[in-house]
């Protein structure tokens, strides 16, 4: 009897549950904090850590987890279904599979081209604004794709929603990591811009044209894909660029205008109901229509929820300061190359405790910074040694609800997700790991 991959929810479930008996094993404590009035955020004070009263997590408070951390995501839960409805609609118009088989009947004779400018808006999307939880929405666009030009899912997912984190992750701009994590430095934003700008390059080229590769080898062959002329209505050229423009305005929104979740949700609620009536689907089909988009979403967002339920059992349980404590404490002893690949390595694991970048950041580089200090190296050392793994690991950690929220709308088990994806996640790992020895030689 062959046995299934668990479920993603079965899988977080478990996730939920080792966690909440890693603090039963796992000494409670914590570190001072403080508000940093630059960043207004609360950092960690270094060297304040001691340990605290024992707050071992019961049954009870693991259970309540649960709907605490779906509460707890309401935003992004109703940027998901409101973003996700709205692409339900456009897609019942017909526009959508008009707009993909145009765009690949353009783009017949070099596919290539056609996803290198594919992998490229994703990967602007991560730099700018580490565009995550707005891709899941779009997994219809994402599987037509696939099937039009007989590629491999995961290489469309990779070429998309891996894009736009390996762009985050090796951002020189993104607000919500490396400019977070270099203002904590005290590190001045154009110190070293040029040095991230050439692996930022590199981690493009290299992403993208290793899953070109692997995209084509996967490619069913006995399939032919046929390529005929498609003429789009002008019904369905105003609902596809209505989606153009906001697919626009929500990064000018974001960079520019500070938007959130309520902001961008709102704009594609207006995009959804004007594309169904644009397309002749009247008021109560629009209505039909956006409330089964709702359905199909609502899942996602139960993932996004319960990945922040496991974030909010170690915390309740105060092991998260504990385990940095002891992964950082000890690498102040190492020589300089080992102590920032140690750096570099417990980053990574952190980032499986604290799924948020910039939670991430708050936390670990009030530590990380005046550690490199100690042993005489640059704090941009610090930056990348976090900045690095932590935005790689969104690529393959369970306990990152987008990631998991995307594979599970495409119907891509999080096994064959992994399967696929892990040799181009250690050559970017690897890529990151080397940037940041070499910074050691740069900066000093």
Do not use: C
């Amino acid at each position: 009897m062959k046995l299934s991959f668990p479920h993603p929810m079965v899988i977080l479930l478990g996730i939920l549950a080792l966690a909440a008996l890693s603090t039963f094993v796992i000494p409670s404590g914590s570190f001072e904090r403080m508000l940093d009035e630059e960043s207004g955020r609360e950092i960690v004070v270094p060297g304040s850590y001691q340990l605290t009263e024992d707050r071992s997590i019961s049954l009870y408070d693991a259970l309540g987890s649960v709907p605490e951390g779906i509460i707890l995501g309401a935003d992004i839960i109703v940027l998901i279904l409101l973003i996700g409805g709205a692409f339900y609609v456009i897609e019942k118009t017909g526009a959508l599979q008009v707009g993909i088989e145009a765009l690949v009947y353009r783009f017949r004779r070099s596919q290539s081209l056609l996803l290198v400018v594919f992998s490229a808006v994703f990967f602007l999307g991560g730099v700018s604004f580490a565009m995550q939880e707005e891709i899941i929405a779009m997994v219809p666009i994402l599987v037509l794709l696939s099937r039009k030009i007989n590629y491999d899912l995961r290489a469309i997912i990779s070429l998309s929603l891996g894009s736009s984190l390996v762009g985050a992750a090796f951002s020189p701009i993104n607000p919500f990591g490396s400019l977070l994590a270099q203002q904590i430095a005290e590190l001045d934003f154009g110190q070293g811009f040029a040095y991230r700008m050439v692996f930022l390059v590199l981690a493009f080229v290299s992403w993208t044209f290793f899953h070109l590769r692997l995209g084509k080898s996967k490619q069913n062959l006995d399939e032919k894909t046929e390529f005929s002329p498609v003429k789009i209505s002008r019904p369905h050229a105003l609902i596809l660029l209505l989606t153009g423009v906001g697919m626009v305005l929500m990064p000018w929104g974001i960079i520019q205008r500070d938007w959130g979740y309520n902001e961008m949700s709102a704009l594609f609620f207006v995009i959804g109901i004007a594309s169904g009536l644009i397309g002749k689907m009247g008021v109560n089909g629009t209505a039909r229509a956006y409330s089964q988009g709702f359905s199909e979403m609502i899942f996602a967002g139960i993932l996004i929820g319960l990945a922040r339920s496991v974030y909010l059992v170690l915390e309740k349980a105060q092991v998260i300061d504990t385990l940095i404590q002891g992964l950082f404490s000890p690498l102040e002893v190492l020589p300089s190359t080992l102590a920032t690949i140690g750096i570099f390595v417990s980053q990574g694991l952190i980032h499986g405790l604290v799924p948020s970048t910039s939670g991430q950041a708050v936390l670990t580089m009030p530590l990380s910074a005046p550690l490199l200090d100690l042993l005489g190296l640059s704090r941009q050392v610090a930056v990348l040694t976090y900045q690095y793994p932590a935005g790689l690991m969104d690529i393959i950690i369970p306990n990152n609800g987008g990631m998991m929220a995307v594979i599970a709308a495409a119907g891509v088990a999080y096994d064959r997700w992994i399967a696929y994806v892990w040799k181009s996640f250690l050559l970017l790992l690897g890529l990151g790991l080397i940037s940041a020895i070499l910074a050691l030689f740069w900066f000093a």
